[in-house]
């Protein structure tokens, strides 16, 4: 045999082996993909069963003081003394600064020297109501006596003399009702004097600016010598003295959107995670403002945390995830396997002689990837997912189980 018969030879065996391979993949794949008889749709199911299923709204929220407030002076003055600066802490009642009103003492001294006066008058006027109501015992004893005399013996007073006698009584006795209200009107003058000095004193203490609560100092407005306008006045130059912040205690402020505001209760459990100090704690929710922002339609949600240790601090933001419902063993199916439409769900179920059939149910918790059913659907039912606009009532199909998840932690964004 020559060279290039063996060639030939060769080149035909390799090309029958190529074709003989081609031939026997191709039977295969036609094998393989031959499962569902021809005709017959191909149908992903899944198996309605029971379990656990979980609503969560994770939101991000920034924490806030528990208290913050700006420290203004009641009445206006120079500052004498500051003692605090940003970041110092302070307690409640502690002097944060000091102000200079000279007018103000010059009119608590004014007020004292009119208390004494007042005091001098309550005592003169005394005496003169001590002497108008002896004056008047003196002409009322006269008066008595001559009108007994007058009454035992007919003539032995003259009646002139009588009559001196009584007005002397009547006299007198004019006397001491002029000294009482005089006595009386010096009593209102003291107590109207006081009350002015009682006002300057109070004014007076005004000048002391003390903490009304435990917290650190995050602003410092002025300093010594700056004149400040009181806090009660209506004028722009009315500004702070100092910022004040409670932050051994902080609220975590959350905007509840108004889809899920309704859910909110007190006492709602809450994890929360600080990305800052890649950390996490939980949480309750202490309160909830019941009203929904008109420009935002969220809800605003707090959560107070303790914050003896001064870790956590104010602005900080958080990525928080809200516990609103947990459902124990209920029947749950995939959420793809839902059909929404005219107010009413319905599914598509496969039965024992994988016959397509309708089914109208009623829905409750939702979760990201099962959702609750209430009634229509029993444990064990096949449903099918996904593409039912595919599937006809009464249509036979091939169904392809695809396994779900049996529980989960449903959640919103």
Request: glycine letters at 8%; proline letters at 3%.
């Amino acid at each position: 045999m020559s060279k290039k018969m063996q060639i030939l030879l060769a080149g035909g065996v390799l090309v029958g082996l190529i074709l003989l391979w081609v031939t026997l993949r191709h039977g295969k794949t036609e094998a393989d993909e031959g499962d569902a008889p021809v005709g017959v749709v191909t149908a992903g199911v899944a198996t309605a069963h029971r379990g656990s299923i979980a609503q969560s709204l994770t939101i991000a929220g920034a924490f806030k003081p528990f208290q913050e407030i700006d420290v203004h002076a009641k009445v206006a003055g120079y500052i004498k003394e500051i003692y605090v600066d940003v970041g110092s802490h302070v307690k409640e009642g502690q002097t944060l600064a000091v102000l200079e009103v000279p007018e103000l003492a010059a009119e608590l001294a004014g007020a004292d020297a009119a208390v004494r006066r007042s005091q001098q008058e309550i005592r003169r006027s005394q005496s003169d109501l001590m002497r108008a109501k002896s004056g008047h015992a003196a002409a009322h004893a006269m008066y008595q006596r001559l009108e007994g005399a007058s009454k035992e013996k007919a003539g032995l007073v003259a009646q002139q003399e009588l009559d001196d006698a009584q007005a002397k009584d009547l006299e007198g006795e004019a006397q001491v009702s002029a000294a009482e209200a005089a006595l009386s009107a010096a009593q209102q003058a003291l107590e109207v004097a006081e009350a002015t000095r009682k006002q300057y004193q109070a004014l007076s203490s005004y000048t002391r600016i003390t903490a009304p609560f435990t917290g650190v100092i995050t602003a410092r407005y002025a300093d010594t010598g700056a004149l400040i306008a009181a806090g009660t006045s209506s004028s722009a130059q009315s500004i702070p003295m100092v910022r004040l912040a409670q932050v051994s205690k902080l609220r975590l402020v959350l905007p509840v959107p108004e889809s899920l505001a309704a859910q909110i209760h007190l006492g709602d459990p809450v994890n929360v995670h600080v990305q800052a100090l890649n950390k996490n704690i939980v949480g309750r929710v202490s309160r909830f403002a019941q009203s929904l922002d008109l420009q935002t339609r969220t809800m605003e949600t707090e959560i107070d945390f303790e914050n003896a240790k001064e870790t956590l601090l104010p602005g900080m933001y958080a990525e928080t995830v809200l516990q609103l419902a947990d459902h124990q063993n209920v029947l749950t199916v995939p959420i793809e396997a839902v059909m929404q439409g005219a107010g009413q769900a319905r599914v598509l179920t496969v039965d024992s002689r994988n016959i397509v059939e309708e089914k109208k149910v009623k829905l409750g918790l939702q979760g990201k990837s099962l959702v609750e059913v209430l009634s229509g659907l029993n444990d064990g039912d096949r449903v099918i997912i996904g593409n039912q606009s595919q599937f006809r009532s009464g249509e036979r199909v091939a169904p392809k189980e695809i396994q779900m998840p049996s529980a989960e932690a449903g959640g919103a964004s």
